[in-house]
C-alpha cells in the first residue's frame, strides 16, 4: 500500500557526477510505521530501497533514521555479475543488452551511432556507467527505467562554489 510522507525533520538527496544516487531521511512518529525492509521510497522520479534505519525511541516522540539507495544499486548483486559484455550495434541495442535480465529496463537513448563494446566482467551496474560513458550519455532514472541522455539539467550557468551544494572538487 502507499503512503504520503507529508513533513521530514531532516532530507538529503545525493545525486553524485560519479553515478551515486542515495537517500537519508528522518521521519516523524505518525510515519515510523510505515519504514521495514520491504519498503520502496519514491521521490519524484526516483524509486529507492531501504538499505538501513533506526529507530530512536528517545524523547516525547519516536523518529527513525533511513538511508535508501536507488534501486539501480540492485545490479551490484552477485546475480546480474556479467564475465564480460561484448556489444555491436546501436546505442540504443547497447542499453538494453546492459539491463537484459534486471528488473531494470531501458528508456529513451538519446545517443546514436554504432558501437563495438568489450568490456572485462564486473557488477552489471558497473558495465551500465561504463556503456553510459563509451556512448558518451549521461544516466537518467524515471521508475525502473534507465535513460541516455546528449546532456542532463540546465545549460544555464550555475555559480556553485559559493554555495554549500560542493562537497568534493579534484
Given amino acids: 500500500s502507499s503512503h504520503a510522507v507529508d513533513a521530514l525533520i531532516t532530507a538529503r538527496i545525493r545525486e553524485g557526477l560519479d553515478c551515486a544516487l542515495t537517500l537519508s531521511f528522518t521521519l516523524t512518529e505518525e510515519d515510523v510505521p510505515y519504514i521495514n525492509d520491504d519498503t520502496v521510497v519514491q521521490y519524484g522520479t526516483y524509486d ?9 525511541m528517545v524523547g516525547q ?11 539501480s544499486y540492485a545490479l551490484n548483486d552477485e546475480t546480474y555479475k556479467l564475465e564480460e559484455f561484448v556489444y555491436s550495434g546501436t546505442a540504443a541495442g547497447a542499453l538494453s543488452a546492459v539491463l537484459s535480465g534486471t528488473p531494470l529496463s531501458a528508456g529513451i537513448v538519446e545517443p546514436t551511432g554504432n558501437v563495438n563494446i568489450r568490456l572485462v566482467g564486473g557488477t552489471r ?10 556512448l558518451g550519455g549521461e544516466i537518467e532514472y524515471s521508475g525502473n527505467k534507465v535513460h541516455l541522455r546528449n546532456h542532463r539539467g540546465s545549460v544555464a550557468y550555475v555559480d556553485l562554489l559559493g554555495t554549500d551544494n560542493v562537497t568534493d572538487v579534484s
Fill in 61 to 71: 516522540s519516536p523518529t527513525c533514521a533511513v538511508e535508501c539507495e536507488h534501486i
Fill in 48 to 56: 529507492f530501497h531501504v538499505t538501513s534505519y533506526q529507530m530512536d
Fill in 125 to 134: 551496474r558497473a558495465i551500465l556507467i561504463s556503456v553510459a560513458a563509451i
